[in-house]
């Protein structure tokens, strides 16, 4: 039996930058992935000056085989990519300013975190090994759905008209009365 979903920890690399203007001080950027990395925290790698990359995180990297047309759909793209989904953390002078959520090989989600303009979403090109795990996944998973395309109903409903108003209703008279006075019987 096939699992329903399958998962690698992924650690995330984010670089920091100065800022260019005067209301950012610094930008943050998720630059790379690393397949099947240890849990970390903000573990420093690389320094060059201003700009410091971290190892921010590990999270999980799951597939969903329900996913797998989107999977496909990223695969797809020019430049695979794996989506950073990042907030903003609660205390604005932390040294590490963002937080890591998840990570999600499918642009379908990753859509959703930046529609709703809460969340940060970078792309991080896919290196080669998790590539060929994401499409060994989704070849295993995606089925074509078949188009069927709909078939109408070939009667006419606008030709007769029974009666006036809603059929469902039961009513003495015509809906479309003039009103009556107040105390005074309408005149059938």
Known sequence: ???????????????KTP????????HWQAVAVLPGAAQESWRELRRDGDAVEYHAATVDL???RTDAEAYLTGLSTRVPSIYVIMREALEPDA???????????????AQD??????????????P???MAWVREFTDQ????????KRKRNKSRVDAVEDGVGDARVSQMTDVYRAPSKPGKEPVH
């Open 1 to 15: 039996m096939q699992s329903r979903s399958i998962s690698m920890p992924l650690g995330i690399v984010i670089r």
């Open 19 to 26: 800022g260019v203007t005067r209301w950012a001080k610094w």
């Open 62 to 64: 799951e597939l969903w």
């Open 95 to 109: 040294p590490q300013a963002m937080e890591v959520l998840l990570a999600t090989a499918s642009p379908y989600d």
């Open 113 to 126: 975190y930046a529609d709703s303009g809460e969340e940060v979403v970078d792309l991080v090109p896919m």
């Open 128 to 130: 080669a090994a998790l």
């Open 141 to 148: 998973h995606y089925e074509e759905e078949v188009f069927v």
